[in-house]
Each structure stands twice: as structure tokens, then as C-alpha cells.
């Protein structure tokens, strides 16, 4: 059964940082580009970041420069380092598995999410 289980998020002053990670299991990680999506209240989905299995990442332009996804094999976990954060990037985060080995943004698994809120 694959599973995917986050953590980290919470409340942080505009300026500051957080770490959410995502524990996979149920499938061979390596195998797969993992994603961030996330959405904001009363707003639609928005891609984040995704990274390959070779390790290669992509950003949404709103988040580049200060966000930095990461996967660590060996641990089946994904993460995403976010730094500077602003009040916009207030969301739902959740991670997602990319649906075959190949693929990049279409997706078959999903995290449960984990809120993000960014404000003094």
C-alpha cells in the first residue's frame, strides 16, 4: 500500500523558515519524481517544486530562490526546505508522487497535507 505521510508546517513570522518532509513507503522511491503542490484558502491547486529521480529540480517562479526541495533515498522521504517565507505562501502543502516512472506532474498518490500559515 503506498503511503505518503507528512510532517512539519505550522505558524512562522514573514521572513522566517520551515522544513516539511514527506515519508514514503509502499513503492520504490528512487523510481519516482516526486512533487509540492499546494493551495491556498479559496484558491485552486498550485505546483511548487518537483524533483526527479535523477535528482534535476524544478520551481514554480514564485517560489524559486527561496524554496529547495530535496529527496533522501536511502530514507524514502522527500522535504522542502522553505525559507523567506511571505504571507502568500500561506497554503495547504502536500506532497505528491508522480503516477509512473517517467512522469513528472501527473499524479496518483498524495499526502494528507499540512498547513502552512505565514503572518506576525
Known amino acids: 500500500e503506498v503511503q505518503l505521510v507528512q510532517s512539519g508546517g505550522g505558524l512562522v513570522q514573514p521572513g522566517g523558515s520551515l522544513r516539511l518532509s514527506c515519508a514514503a513507503s509502499g513503492f520504490t522511491f528512487i523510481d519516482y519524481a516526486m512533487s509540492w503542490v499546494r493551495q491556498a484558502p479559496g484558491r485552486g491547486l498550485e505546483w511548487v517544486s518537483l524533483?526527479?529521480?535523477?535528482?534535476?529540480?524544478g520551481y514554480a517562479h514564485s517560489v524559486k530562490g527561496r524554496f529547495a526541495i530535496s529527496r533522501d533515498n536511502a530514507k524514502n522521504t522527500l522535504y522542502l526546505q522553505m525559507n523567506s517565507l511571505k504571507p502568500e505562501d500561506t497554503a495547504v502543502y502536500y506532497c505528491?508522487?508522480?503516477?509512473?516512472?517517467?512522469?513528472?506532474?501527473?499524479?496518483?498518490?498524495w499526502g494528507q497535507g499540512t498547513q502552512v500559515t505565514v503572518s506576525l
Open positions: 524533483i526527479k529521480s535523477s535528482g534535476d529540480t
Open positions: 505528491a508522487k508522480s503516477n509512473i516512472p517517467g512522469n513528472l506532474r501527473e499524479y496518483d498518490y
